[in-house]
């Protein structure tokens, strides 16, 4: 099974700076097959980005996902207020292999 | 709009069962693949299942395989996970999430279902 890890944990920014996440995953993944979300507490995760780069529907394009092979990432180009929050990567390995990162929370510097 | 609801927290005993409802409406119910994740408090989400409201075809992860039951009615659109023999370690909340089409991603959640498991 693939395991996704997110890197950094925590990442501390103020507002308008830019925000750079990682999902690395432990062997090579189909680009239609990443997904990033976004996750405020006490609330649903947010589809932001599916396909490793194609914006979901309403959502802002600060927000930008690239990578392929292994390694990926969420670009967020200008942080805002409402931005901070955790935000998890999502693979899709088969019929019954559906796998999430453990998270990057993005806090106030 | 289009929305998922789902039904309200619950508290039960070790070897107890729960059943979460989740209720879709502002789409067609039987187009679209329902999944149920869950969330253990500060862990990460963790896939439980899908079932197909059209047909009610069922999968589920390997870890959830004997004790997990999704199903679906669909003449009010809902779909149901129940889980069997509760452990303390399924305290979580349990979300529903529809399908992107055919895309590999969630794109509509429900607001999710807190169950505590505590004797």
């Not at chain 2, 107890?16 to 789409?27: D, I, P, T, Y």
């Amino acid at each position: 099974e693939i395991v996704l890890t997110q890197s950094p944990g925590t990442l501390s920014l103020s507002p308008g700076e830019r925000a750079t996440l990682s999902c690395r995953a432990s062997q090579s993944v189909y680009t239609n097959y990443l997904a990033w979300y976004q996750q405020k507490p006490g609330q649903a995760p947010r589809l932001l980005i599916y396909g490793a780069s194609s914006r979901a529907s309403d959502v802002p394009d600060r927000f930008s996902g690239s990578g392929s092979g292994t390694d990926f990432t969420l670009t967020i180009s200008r942080l805002e207020p409402e931005d901070f929050a955790v935000y998890y990567c999502q693979h899709y390995g088969g019929l019954i292999r559906w796998t999430f990162g453990q998270g990057t929370k993005v806090e106030i510097k | 709009q289009v929305q998922l609801e789902q039904s309200g927290a619950e508290v039960k005993k070790p070897g107890a069962s729960v059943r979460v409802s989740c209720r879709a409406s502002g789409f067609t119910f039987t187009g679209y693949y329902l999944h149920w994740i869950r969330q253990a408090p500060g862990q990460r989400l963790e896939w439980i299942g899908w079932i197909n409201p059209d047909t009610g075809d069922t999968k589920s992860a390997q870890a959830f395989q004997g004790w997990v039951t999704m199903t679906r009615d669909t003449s009010i659109s809902t779909a149901y996970m129940q889980l069997n023999r509760l452990k303390s370690d399924d305290t979580a909340v349990y979300f529903c999430a529809r399908r992107l089409g055919t895309g590999f991603a969630f794109d509509v959640w429900g607001q999710g279902t807190m169950v505590t498991v505590s004797s």
